[in-house]
């Protein structure tokens, strides 16, 4: 079992920046997938960006596209997704997950972080 543990998150106003942390344990992290999905309240949790085991693959939401970028190093068994010109609508709690393909549903992601809460407003 992999546990995640994810930080970063708080308030920001819009067009500032935030950088999402995601620390893995366990030796099998490297060989997942992982992905980050957000929350807004009363909303579906949506995913918004996920990069491959080794790095060599990263995709995002259309909305998010040139302003967020996923990385990782699994050398840490972190994960990160910086958050640049954050609008008011990516407000939402954030989670990281893990899975052992880079899909684009929840529901195929077994282990998940905790959330954190990012707040874009002025």
């Known amino acids: 079992q992999v546990h995640l543990v994810e930080s970063g998150g708080g308030l920001v106003q819009p067009g500032g920046s935030l950088r999402l942390s995601c620390v893995g344990s366990?030796?099998?992290?490297?060989?997942?997938?992982m992905a980050w999905f957000r929350q807004a309240p009363g909303k579906e949790r949506d995913f918004v960006a996920v990069i491959g085991w080794n790095g060599d693959f990263t995709d995002y939401v259309e909305s998010v596209k040139g302003r967020f970028i996923v990385s990782r190093d699994n050398t840490k068994t972190t994960g990160y997704l910086q958050m640049n010109n954050l609008k008011p609508e990516d407000t939402a709690v954030y989670f990281c997950a893990v899975g052992p393909t880079p899909y684009y549903s929840s529901t195929l992601y077994h282990y998940w972080g905790q959330g954190t809460q990012v707040t874009v407003s002025s």
């Open positions: 366990g030796r099998s992290f490297g060989g997942y997938a």
